[in-house]
Nanobody, 115 residues
Framework: QVQLVESGGGLVQAGGSLRLSCAAS????????MTWYRQAPGKQRELVAS???????NYADSVKGRFTISRDDAKNTVYLQMNGLKPEDTAVYLC?????????WGQGTQVTVSS
């Protein structure tokens, strides 16, 4: 059993920055891919960014150049540094962890970007 605890969400002005954290606890032995998704009202859930065990990153085109995903395996934590935030980034951001072909989801954290 793995639990994910997210933090760092909140309200920010357009052009501002936020850093999301997702800390995993429980039965942690070998984390593979860690991924951030987001869900906005009236829209489908979309992949924002992911990072593999080896450090390979992938980003949605809409956030490329603005967001940076990173991981600290010593802390079992994945981060999402979000710069140059836009109102279109407003959504619930969800952390997903894959370990041994099992997936775990965080509860989500709200990010609201005001105009």
């Amino acid at each position: 059993q793995v639990q994910l605890v997210e933090s760092g969400g909140g309200l920010v002005q357009a052009g501002g920055s936020l850093r999301l954290s997702c800390a995993a606890s429980g039965s942690i032995f070998s984390i593979n891919t860690m991924t951030w998704y987001r869900q906005a009202p009236g829209k489908q859930r979309e992949l924002v960014a992911s990072v593999t065990r080896g450090g390979t990153t992938n980003y949605a085109d809409s956030v490329k150049g603005r967001f940076t995903i990173s991981r600290d395996d010593a802390k079992n934590t994945v981060y999402l540094q979000m710069n140059g935030l836009k109102p279109e980034d407003t959504a619930v951001y969800l952390c997903r962890l894959m370990q041994n072909l099992r997936i775990y989801w965080g509860q989500g954290t709200q990010v609201t970007v005001s105009s």
